[in-house]
């Protein structure tokens, strides 16, 4: 299974925009790299999913490179509401949807 | 707003009990998950279901004991656990058990709160 890496912690202020980079340097040829939100005492929420160069919804991007070691989930202009964990997955060997959490990135908006 | 139902929200229990978790999913998935975290702790994968048989179980002790009666309803069931299984129990869905290369989202409820006493 692939092992993720994620900064501990980060810190931002109110209108500015989030990068969580997160490596994965043993990921394989047909795992898809989703990240996820979680809120205290609430379930993870899906935020977006993708397989290389970039993705982008409603509510971040999500930059893979080349050689899909690294990815980079992106939030513009962040909010109070938007201090949580985020996690970065990638998807599981043998067929299985076994999605393995990292220790996750905890982010701080401050005012 | 999570379409993976879980009850209760809290439940507290003393070791001798027997209770159960019970989380349900209207969304047509037929893989369904459970995870433990504790505070501050990443989400522990325990045991996979898909198409209502047990696929994965990730060496879960015996005192917890999933059943998958149909491909909507997943339960954990508790008996004899100990003050150090206080956690937060999540159940999740996916469309299938296909692997994370098929873009294969996994969803997850609100979880149970659980506090053994």
């Known amino acids: 299974l692939a092992k993720t890496t994620q900064p501990i912690s980060m810190d931002s202020y109110e209108g500015q925009e989030v990068n969580i980079t997160c490596s994965h340097n043993?990921?394989?040829?047909?795992?898809?790299i989703t990240w996820y939100q979680q809120f205290p005492s609430q379930g993870p929420r899906f935020i977006i999913q993708?397989?290389?160069t970039k993705v982008t919804n409603e509510v971040a991007s999500l930059f893979i490179p080349a050689d899909r070691k690294s990815s980079t989930l992106s939030l513009p202009r962040v909010s109070l509401s938007d201090t949580a964990v985020y996690y970065c997955l990638v998807g599981g060997s043998g067929g299985y949807n076994k999605l393995i959490f990292g220790a996750g990135t905890r982010l701080a908006v401050h005012p | 707003d999570t379409e993976v139902t879980q009850t209760p929200k809290h439940l507290v229990m003393g070791m001798t009990n027997k209770k159960s978790l019970k989380c349900e999913q209207h969304m047509g998935h037929r893989a369904m998950y459970w995870y433990k975290q504790k505070a501050k702790k990443p989400p522990e994968l325990m045991f996979v279901y898909s198409y209502e048989k047990l696929s994965i179980n990730e060496s879960v002790p015996s005192r917890f004991s999933p059943e998958c009666p149909n491909s909507s309803l997943l339960n954990l069931h508790l008996h004899a656990l100990q003050p150090e299984d206080s956690a937060l129990y999540l159940c999740?869905?996916?469309?299938?058990?296909?692997?994370?290369?098929?873009?294969?989202?996994?969803?997850f409820g609100e979880g149970s709160w659980l506090t053994v006493v």
């Open positions: 043993n990921i394989a040829t047909n795992d898809y």
């Open positions: 999740a869905s996916s469309q299938d058990l296909g692997s994370g290369a098929s873009g294969n989202t996994i969803y």
């Open positions: 993708g397989y290389k």
